[in-house]
């Protein structure tokens, strides 16, 4: 089976698609064409922000596309700055609406503090959050609730009084930044790493060593850095609007050898 139309497990027993299509700094205007151009190509898994301004597009683009709703995993995040268990509730009906869905798949709190005060300790609203995250899921509106960006602490901070182990911890994960601590705590807790950026916003592409071993794979640089993700049993989030590179990040159907793996795991950006 391809990888694209594989899955992993959440820890609830919620199937998520193994490779989800990413959004971010993809305009409102361009996103239901890079969307669709996914859907066709093979992505069941499309990720979004209510803070991307895309969510819209996206809902328009699932309508459009034509695949049942329950063939499709969607995922949005609630604003970072929102860490008020009632702003938090204003601003996911927002989503809901501006998806046009019935139920979301998974929703994230976007980061532990405002990207605008970054560091910021919100112990106390993440928690606030967490209870409405934990409702909505409680009452089936959800299939699946989690964070993005979350350090061990602030992973530990909102497990401490929560019902509900988050199903997932989307960061940024890619050849030349593995945070090991968080990774390894996730994997103690069964919460799975989501790896956004995993071309490190293309930093990766001209890369001699990794151009090198593409080349020995037959592979695209890209397409070798999102296998490495899977390599390393996280989810990765490629993005895209070019039609070519939507769908080239699809063909992951190779296996790196251990030895190019320790390779990989060495290289720093």
């Given at each position: 089976?391809?990888?694209i139309?594989?899955?992993m497990?959440?820890?609830?027993g919620v199937?998520i ?7 971010w700094?993809i305009?409102?205007?361009e996103?239901?064409?890079?969307v669709?151009?996914?859907i ?8 979004t922000?209510?803070?991307y ?6 809902g328009r683009?699932i309508k459009?596309?034509?695949?049942p709703r329950?063939?499709?995993?969607i995922?949005?995040?609630l604003?970072?700055h929102?860490?008020?268990y009632?702003?938090?509730?204003v ?5 809901f609406?501006?998806?046009d869905v019935d ?7 976007h980061a532990?503090?405002?990207w605008?005060?970054?560091g910021r300790?919100?112990?106390?609203g ?8 934990e409702?909505?899921?409680?009452q089936?509106?959800?299939k699946?609730i989690?964070v ?5 602490h602030?992973?530990?901070n909102?497990m401490?009084?929560s019902?509900?182990v988050?199903?997932?911890?989307q960061i940024a ?5 593995v945070k090991?601590?968080?990774v390894e705590?996730c994997n ?6 989501q ?7 293309g930093?990766?592409l001209n890369?001699?060593?990794l151009?090198?071993m ?12 999102i296998?490495?993700c899977?390599?390393?049993?996280t989810?990765?989030l ?16 190779f296996k790196i050898d251990e030895?190019d793996?320790?390779?990989?795991d060495?290289i720093?950006?």
């Amino acid at each position: 089976m391809r990888a694209i139309k594989k899955t992993m497990t959440l820890h609830n027993g919620v199937k998520i698609p193994l490779i989800g299509f990413g959004t971010w700094q993809i305009s409102e205007n361009e996103v239901e064409d890079a969307v669709l151009e996914a859907i066709k190509v093979g992505y069941r898994h499309i990720d979004t922000a209510h803070s991307y301004g895309n969510e819209k597009g996206v809902g328009r683009a699932i309508k459009k596309s034509g695949i049942p709703r329950e063939q499709l995993f969607i995922t949005t995040k609630l604003p970072s700055h929102i860490k008020t268990y009632d702003e938090a509730k204003v601003y996911l009906k927002e989503s809901f609406e501006n998806l046009d869905v019935d139920y979301i798949d998974l929703i994230l709190i976007h980061a532990p503090w405002p990207w605008s005060d970054v560091g910021r300790n919100c112990d106390e609203g993440n928690k606030e959050v967490w209870r409405h995250f934990e409702e909505l899921y409680e009452q089936g509106l959800v299939k699946s609730i989690g964070v993005s960006n979350f350090s061990v602490h602030d992973l530990e901070n909102i497990m401490q009084d929560s019902q509900v182990v988050p199903h997932v911890n989307q960061i940024a994960f890619h050849i030349g930044h593995v945070k090991s601590d968080v990774v390894e705590f996730c994997n103690e807790h069964d919460i799975l790493i989501q790896a956004y950026s995993p071309l490190a916003t293309g930093r990766l592409l001209n890369h001699q060593t990794l151009k090198d071993m593409a080349d020995k794979y037959n592979v695209t640089v890209a397409q070798l850095a999102i296998r490495y993700c899977i390599e390393k049993d996280t989810l990765p989030l490629p993005k895209s609007v070019t039609p070519k590179y939507i769908y080239e990040n699809t063909l992951v159907d190779f296996k790196i050898d251990e030895s190019d793996l320790k390779i990989l795991d060495e290289i720093k950006l």
